[in-house]
């Protein structure tokens, strides 16, 4: 399973920058998502940069994994995602666009 891992940007030299997230600091390629500043908030995956993303964002994805981690430990999620209960599910916006529009994969 692939799981991106949310970091704030600390420095940047060229194309790659000092980054912090829950598990430290790491040393990441910014090829995919180009230019960014100090303070800016990164999904990352293998040490890559692969989106630049909100400070909300990188907030419930790090509450996610952390509840990952307690069930992988035989605790319990906690609230981790309250975020999805509280809302319907979605669909990704190319498959809500196919289903507005009839049609279907299967």
Do not use: Y
């Not at 790659?16 to 829950?22: E, L, Q, S, T, V």
């Not at 500043?37 to 907030?59: C, D, F, M, N, Y």
């Amino acid at each position: 399973m692939c799981v991106g891992v949310p970091m704030q940007v600390l420095s940047v030299e060229g194309i790659a920058a000092r980054a912090r997230g829950d598990e430290g600091e790491a040393l990441i390629d910014l090829t995919l998502v180009g230019a960014v500043v100090p303070g800016t908030w990164v999904l990352t995956h293998l040490g890559q940069a692969r989106e630049v993303i909100s400070e909300e964002e990188a907030r419930l994805i790090g509450k996610a994994l952390a509840g990952l981690r307690a069930v992988m430990a035989g605790g319990d999620a906690g609230g981790a995602f309250d975020d999805l209960d509280a809302r319907e599910p979605r669909l990704p916006p190319h498959l809500e666009a196919a289903r507005a529009a009839g049609r279907s994969t299967g």
